[in-house]
């Protein structure tokens, strides 16, 4: 026993190292400009930064500005409930989860990715082979309850015949998730990227991905506090609309965009490429075919009994920053 707890602690020491900061603030770089708003931007495994930091979209913003990471959304919502974080960028079901308890929270983009990017995850030589075979098991689930991988099991279990009741759910950090996972502590892992790419590519076999499940739709958030301010609300515009530029240099670049986010991230490149692929990264403002596709989810999420009361999307949406 004593073993596996020590293989479990230098595998989360290393993934902690191999990603910068996934389990605390990372205060990173304050952009020089004489404009005295400072923008917190919020992040989870160091993705939006590495896309930033590789398009060079950030150079010569007209404020301050610093990163904020974080491992999962649950963290990175409670830090931006606080009014410690300006942006937030979250699967479709976190920013519902985070809005069920956050009057104001908002929802100011959308990123386009793939439900590809996160699945159920078993070891190679698991006698599991597929969804059903879940059934009487633990499943744990990175990162809290209302994850986009609580919502991907639970859409696995029914395409299956399941009910949710007839597997055992626990909520995990996914760092610790991914030591747990390599050292053969976890059974199956429902997780998202970068967890999930890494994990595969050292080795885990997909049960079953969010293809079909998952939106594959992602937000960018900010609180109303910081929209009311008018220096912060352009600055916000501004961030956003490099954000997008950025994403549109990724599309365009994936070659290149893999390697600087390997190096970046310090994960392994075969992992990089496959995570920048199906990643969301494509930004745009808040359409009504968004609202209406994350609505199906909030109600979906509500009769399911995993959120805990019914998020009308429309009413958290600013569509255009340019308008007060």
Same mark, same amino acid.
């Given at each position: 026993m004593s073993e596996s707890i020590s293989t479990s602690a230098r595998l989360r020491r290393r993934l902690l190292a191999a990603l910068p900061g996934l389990a605390a603030l990372g205060l990173v770089r304050l952009a020089k400009a004489a404009n005295p708003t400072t923008l917190v931007l919020g992040d989870q495994a160091g993705g939006t930064r590495a896309l930033a930091e590789?398009?060079?979209?950030?150079?010569?913003?007209?404020?301050?500005?610093?990163?904020?990471?974080?491992?999962?959304a649950a963290p990175l919502f409670e830090a931006q409930r606080a009014g410690a974080v300006d942006l937030a960028p979250a699967g479709d079901l976190p920013v519902l989860a985070a809005a069920a308890g956050d009057p104001q929270l908002r929802i100011v983009a959308t990123r386009v990715g793939s439900g590809a990017q996160l699945g159920i995850l078993v070891?190679?030589?698991?006698?599991?082979? $597929?969804? =059903?075979?879940?059934?009487?098991?633990?499943?744990?689930?990175? &990162?809290?309850? @209302?994850? !986009?991988?609580?919502?991907?099991l639970y859409g696995a279990l029914a395409e299956a015949g399941l009910g949710r009741d007839d597997v055992t759910v626990r909520f995990i950090l996914p760092v610790d998730a991914f030591a747990a996972f390599a050292s053969g502590a976890i059974d199956a892992w429902a997780t998202f990227?970068?967890?999930?790419?890494?994990?595969?590519? $050292?080795? =885990?076999?997909?049960?079953?991905?969010?293809?079909?499940?998952? &939106?594959?739709? @992602?937000? !960018?958030?900010?609180?109303?506090?910081?929209?009311?301010d008018p220096q912060k609300r352009v600055a916000i515009a501004d961030a956003l609309?490099?954000?997008?530029?950025?994403?549109?240099?990724?599309?365009?670049?994936?070659?290149?965009?893999?390697?600087?986010?390997?190096?970046?991230?310090?994960?392994?490149?075969?992992?990089?490429?496959?995570?920048?692929?199906?990643?969301?990264?494509?930004?745009?403002?808040?359409?009504?075919?968004?609202?209406?596709?994350?609505?199906?989810?909030a109600d979906r999420a509500y009769r399911e009994q995993i959120l805990p009361v019914r998020i009308d999307v429309g009413s958290i949406v600013v569509k255009d920053l340019a308008r007060g």
């Open positions: 590789a398009a060079k979209v950030l150079d010569g913003a007209p404020y301050a500005y610093r990163w904020a990471n974080f491992q999962g070891a190679q030589d698991s006698p599991l082979r $597929r969804v =059903a075979d879940l059934k009487g098991r633990t499943v744990h689930v990175s &990162s809290a309850r @209302g994850s !986009i991988s609580q919502f991907q990227d970068p967890y999930y790419g890494i994990a595969v590519q $050292r080795g =885990a076999r997909i049960l079953r991905d969010g293809t079909g499940i998952n &939106s594959g739709l @992602g937000f !960018i958030t900010a609180p109303a506090s910081a929209l009311a609309a490099r954000l997008q530029r950025a994403g549109d240099w990724a599309v365009a670049n994936p070659a290149a965009y893999a390697q600087i986010y390997a190096t970046l991230t310090r994960a392994p490149l075969d992992a990089a490429r496959h995570i920048t692929q199906r990643a969301a990264l494509r930004q745009h403002p808040v359409a009504a075919a968004d609202i209406d596709t994350l609505q199906k989810v």
